[in-house]
């Protein structure tokens, strides 16, 4: 068995063919997750150039608007925020956006501190500059 698959209808829908959650055990795993909001086309933070790629953005609101899909991902397979217990995040322009990042971060997870890997990339399949890849206990 693969473990109980979870949609969370107050996160945006996933752009390919996969759960916003599986659980396996006690442990939920969360596929990545982006700034996206539900319901929308347009990407909180995010000003796109005619060719549909980033003209510019801002990673806070990005940061925010990720940690609340987390948040609601979480809520709806019957866990929390502080049931996190490992992070891994992708950006994709660590010099400019890591200070920022690392500071909301901080602010969110100043209680819960789960293990947590930051690595940089060279673009996310939808034009964002941040993805969270979650793991929790349930």
């Given amino acids: 068995m693969n473990g109980e698959k979870y949609n969370s209808k107050r996160a945006p829908q996933a752009v390919g063919l996969y759960p916003h959650a599986r659980k396996v055990g006690n442990l939920l795993f969360l596929s990545g997750v982006g700034p996206r909001a539900v319901n929308e086309q347009k990407i909180p933070g995010v ?8 003209a510019s953005y801002d990673i806070a609101k990005q940061c925010h608007s990720v940690f609340n899909n987390v948040k609601y991902i979480l809520e709806d397979a019957g866990s929390s925020w502080d049931n996190i217990i490992d992070v891994q995040v992708f950006l994709t322009n660590m010099k400019d956006d890591f200070k920022i990042y690392n500071k909301i971060y901080a602010e969110y997870f100043n209680e819960n501190q789960p293990c947590r890997t930051t690595v940089e990339i060279n673009a996310l399949p939808t034009p964002i500059a941040i993805e969270l890849k979650i793991i929790a206990t349930i």
């Avoid at 000003?47 to 980033?54: A, D, P, T």
């Fill in 47 to 54: 000003k796109l150039n005619k060719e549909g790629g980033i």
